[in-house]
């Protein structure tokens, strides 16, 4: 019975400390306004959405950098309390940065036939 009952401890305790950090490459920039987290709402131990997909294109015009996924006290003594039946989680999504790409202009950078010492 201690045997079970110690196995049960360490399988609850171990399901609270998990995180999932997604990037995508680009430069961070700011969260979206509500974004930053935000209570991302889920069911029977996470396998059935319960928040819905959110639609990165237009919460994030010039792309996604990061995407973070992690419980906190709160969210995983809601959790706890149902059974893991009702899983929430904190979501933060992170925009990309803009990147402006500037053209060099003809006068500075293309050199001319002149300048490299050809007739």
Same mark, same amino acid.
């Given at each position: 019975?201690? *045997? ?33 987290? *935000? ?36 969210? =995983? ?20 940065? *803009?990147? =402006?790409?500037?053209?060099?202009? =003809? ?7 002149? =300048?490299?010492?050809?007739?």
């Amino acid at each position: 019975m201690l *045997r079970a009952v110690t196995l049960l401890l360490f399988s609850l305790l171990g399901t609270g400390c998990i995180e999932t950090h997604l990037y995508s490459g680009l430069p961070p920039g700011d969260p979206p306004r509500g974004y930053e987290n *935000r209570w991302h709402v889920s069911y029977l131990f996470g396998l059935q959405e319960g928040s819905g997909p959110y639609d990165l294109d237009a919460l994030c015009p010039s792309g996604w950098s990061e995407l973070t996924v992690t419980p906190d006290f709160f969210t =995983s003594v809601a959790g706890l309390m149902t059974f893991y039946l009702y899983t929430p989680n904190r979501v933060t999504i992170v925009c990309a940065r *803009r990147i =402006s790409i500037e053209r060099p202009s =003809s006068a500075q950078g293309t050199p001319t036939p002149e =300048s490299k010492g050809q007739p």
